[in-house]
């Protein structure tokens, strides 16, 4: 059954399913968010791949991905986009910063990512998704335990109480292999960058391939002392 719960009943909600979920399956996971939250549900997608994308449009066709259109993203990364919205059983949105690039530069000077990052993702991830996300009552995301210290602690369904929202990471405890053998065994997209030298892929400015051994957030922000944008703080 579909329900809204008021702000500190999906907080207890929240904490309850972390805990009697953290051994169930991605789909288990899902099917419990598409049952408990319905239309007020969403998936969050980086382009990365479409792995939580697909998960989440077996048990509930026609989910709402949302995409953060930084003005900064790959051309690659639009073209998994693109392909996701055209190929999948979603309903792709896509969120826009209120200022464009050229805005931006008019306003603050250009490269603002190389002087400030933490403004420059506030201003074009973090402001955008929060007015994105405050139709819905829950998100998923493609968080892992296993992508940086971090991300270590991760729970499979928690409390975002920045937002007021249960925020859910139904592949959190799965492994890069989990994730390749998913990805193999149903055809998932995945952004070209993966076989390019780039474990994660953000935004360009703040994104290069990492070496052998590194962790899959290493080529983000690198040298800059920064490891987060701020979606998930
Ligand atoms: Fe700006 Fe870089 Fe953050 Fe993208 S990742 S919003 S370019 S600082």
């Known amino acids: 059954m579909t329900t809204t719960q008021a702000h500190g009943d999906r907080k207890e909600l929240a904490e309850r399913a972390g805990r009697e979920l953290e051994d169930a399956s991605a789909l ?3 099917t419990w968010a598409a049952e408990t939250f319905g239309p007020k549900f969403c998936v969050t997608s980086s382009m990365e791949d ?3 994308a697909h998960l989440a449009s077996r048990v509930m066709p026609g989910v709402d991905v949302v995409f953060l259109d930084t003005g900064y993203h790959f051309e690659e990364t639009i073209g998994t986009r693109d392909a996701v919205e055209a190929l999948m059983d979603v309903n792709l949105l896509t969120l826009l910063p209120c200022r464009t690039v050229a805005e931006q530069d008019a306003v603050y000077g250009p490269k603002l990512h190389d002087r ?3 403004l420059c993702c506030a ?3 973090v ?3 929060d007015a994105g996300l405050a139709g819905y009552d829950a998100w998923a995301t493609g968080l892992r335990r296993d992508e940086s210290p971090t991300r270590a602690g991760t729970p499979v369904v928690g409390w975002d109480g920045k ?3 249960v925020k859910i ?3 959190a405890r799965w492994t890069q292999d989990d994730v390749d053998a998913y990805v193999a065994e149903h055809g998932v997209l995945t952004n070209p960058l993966l076989m390019d030298g780039y474990a994660s892929v953000g935004c360009a400015p703040c994104t290069r391939r990492v070496a052998e051994g590194e962790d899959a957030r290493a080529g983000r922000w690198a ?3 920064k490891t987060e944008c701020g979606l998930h703080g």
């Open 28 to 30: 288990e996971v899902l």
């Open 50 to 52: 479409a792995v939580v």
């Open 116 to 118: 400030d990052p933490d």
């Open 123 to 125: 201003l074009r991830k």
């Open 127 to 129: 402001g955008p998704l």
């Open 163 to 165: 937002r007021g929202k």
């Open 169 to 171: 990471s139904p592949i």
């Open 223 to 225: 040298g800059r002392g």
